[in-house]
């Protein structure tokens, strides 16, 4: 009788954990997928540590170019991430990102989601916001505004380590990774990204909290990890799609 797979056992407890239109996952149902995220090795999903090394390709994003505040252009050299599709329903998805060494996902949110993330090998820094005010986000539709955000995490990992998870308002729902090495991460996005549903993948670029002085209010303190972000309308990041090997999920 062949085992079920670590994927499929991914699978089954996402199926019950993320219910279509049901009520939040208990904690209890979190961290059971942390549990079994933690004991994931990339021979589990059909990666080769050293095939990602072997693939040097290289490209922009940003539109080749980003402007910073005093008009300077700052090239951004980025070698392109691999996206291999595991999964995807309406109600969450499973996937890998795939990053060669210095390649970036640069800033980016995950409105209304829960995500879950592995990281598989490697070393990444990853940077990790969430806003001081999400009520106030909600209120207003314009994102054009810089707004107010908390850095929460601010530091390179390395695998082996625990799986992270971050919520709607909490742990960093606003994040970037750049690969020091190449690594790869297993995610579970839940909901997934839908533009019907209004859940678009908006990216950023933050500023010093210094950098908007007008701005500055009694109720917060400049050394204490605030940050501005601003919508980068002139992001054109590019994941290029691959071939997932692993096993495969039955449904």
Excluded at 91 to 110: E, K, N, Q, Y
Excluded at 126 to 155: C, F, G, H, I, M
Excluded at 221 to 250: C, H, I
Aim: aromatic letters at 10%; glycine letters at 6%; hydrophobic letters at 35%.
């Amino acid at each position: 009788m062949q085992t079920s797979s670590l994927v499929q056992a991914l699978f089954d407890l996402c199926k019950k954990a993320f219910l279509p239109s049901g009520p939040a996952p208990s904690p209890a149902a979190i961290n059971k997928l942390c549990s079994l995220l933690d004991t994931f090795k990339p021979i589990d999903v059909g990666l080769n540590e050293d095939a990602l090394e072997q693939d040097r390709g290289y490209g922009f994003f940003g539109q080749n170019i980003q402007r910073n505040r005093h008009s300077a252009m700052v090239a951004r050299w980025s070698q392109p991430v691999t996206y291999l599709h595991i999964y995807e329903c309406d109600s969450f998805t499973i996937g890998i990102f795939c990053l060669p060494t210095s390649a970036v996902i640069p800033l980016h949110d995950h409105p209304g989601m829960i995500v879950l993330s592995k990281l598989l090998y490697g070393s990444m820094h990853v940077k990790a916001y969430d806003w001081v005010d999400p009520v106030d986000l909600e209120r207003n539709s314009d994102r054009s505004q810089s707004r107010l955000a908390k850095l929460k995490v601010d530091t390179v990992i390395t695998a082996p380590r625990g799986p992270s998870v971050l919520y709607p308002t909490t742990g960093g729902n606003i994040h970037s990774f750049t690969a020091v090495t190449s690594c790869a991460v297993l995610d579970v996005l839940a909901p997934p990204y839908s533009d019907t549903a209004g859940r678009h993948c908006t990216y950023y670029r933050d500023y010093p909290y210094s950098c908007f002085p007008g701005k500055l209010t009694e109720n917060t303190v400049e050394d204490q990890g605030y940050a501005w972000l601003e919508v980068d309308s002139m992001n054109d990041f590019f994941v290029r799609g691959g071939k997932y090997t692993g096993p495969r999920v039955e449904t």
